[in-house]
């Protein structure tokens, strides 16, 4: 199983940034797809969440409002749109999966078995 997460970059606030998860190796095409963040120093935040196939979609409180969760349903991969960016988005943003959970237990990241390398968002 891999992720591959593209799509950051350097943005001014206010802008905004498609972040791109695509999954290959998953053995079902319903499984549970989080995006989470990190800042150095701090514990990984996961922001949204996905059961791909069609399945339901899930945001922080803090995000919701800019975050936009999508999915390709010919393939395996997940979307990130993110708007009004603003200075404290920059982190390195993961995705991760798995397909032995509750996807309504995303918030609980360790119990994701795969993750991606992560994708840098710095805005200023």
């Known amino acids: 199983v891999q992720l591959v997460e593209s799509g950051g970059g350097s943005v001014q606030a206010g802008g905004s940034l498609r972040l791109f998860c695509e999954v290959s190796g998953a053995p079902y095409t319903k499984i549970c797809v989080a995006w989470a963040r990190q800042v150095p120093g701090k514990e990984r935040e996961g922001v949204a969440a996905i059961r791909t196939g069609g399945g339901a979609k899930y945001y922080s409180d803090s995000v919701k409002d800019r975050f936009t969760i999508s999915e390709d349903n010919a393939k395996i991969t997940v979307y990130l749109q993110i708007h009004s960016l603003k200075p404290e988005d920059t982190a390195v943003y993961y995705c991760?999966?798995?397909?032995?959970?509750?996807?309504?237990?995303?918030?609980?990241?360790?119990?994701?078995?795969?993750w991606g390398q992560g994708t840098q968002v710095t805005v200023s």
């Open positions: 991760a999966a798995d397909w032995q959970m509750n996807c309504g237990n995303w918030r609980e990241l360790d119990r994701f078995t795969y």
